[in-house]
């Protein structure tokens, strides 16, 4: 078992509104894993965590579309300079350590490399990396892979 897998769990109960479960749940993953993951936020079906989620930080009201890979040490949502949170497309990968704050958008198929810092949004079938985060390549559509 993941992180993910406890928060899947956790979801589906937070839904079907029963109501002291999910936040033991989270509380586990917080023990387990020193992640913060609540069931409030979306993540899509297939998303997954690298090392099993270990010090992944997310936003409550974050949205993160399918097929994601969400690597450790990755936090994702806003604070007191960026207090909205961020909505992740799909089949996008987050490199460890980095960080997506504030109330962008991520586009779908984009790469962000290790230690980003993501303030601004991000169009589709991008390549970023740096701080703050440069586009460093965009892909066509016939070199992104099903």
Not at 5 to 20: A, E, G, K, N, Q
């Amino acid at each position: 078992l993941n992180a993910i897998s406890f928060y899947r769990v956790s979801r589906w109960l937070y839904l079907h509104h029963i109501p002291v479960l999910p936040k033991l749940i989270t509380l586990l993953i917080f023990l387990i894993y020193n992640s913060k993951i609540p069931y409030q936020a979306k993540i899509g079906r297939g998303s997954t965590f690298g090392y099993g989620g270990m010090g992944v930080v997310i936003h409550s009201k974050s949205i993160i579309g399918v097929n994601c890979t969400i690597c450790q040490q990755v936090s994702i949502g806003g604070n007191s300079r960026f207090p909205e949170v961020p909505v992740i497309g799909n089949n996008v990968y987050i490199a460890k350590g980095s960080i997506v704050m504030g109330g962008i958008t991520i586009g779908n198929n984009v790469t962000i490399g290790a230690n980003a810092v993501v303030t601004k949004p991000i169009p589709d079938n991008a390549i970023v990396a740096g701080v703050p985060t440069k586009i460093l390549r965009t892909l066509l559509s016939k070199e992104i892979t099903p």
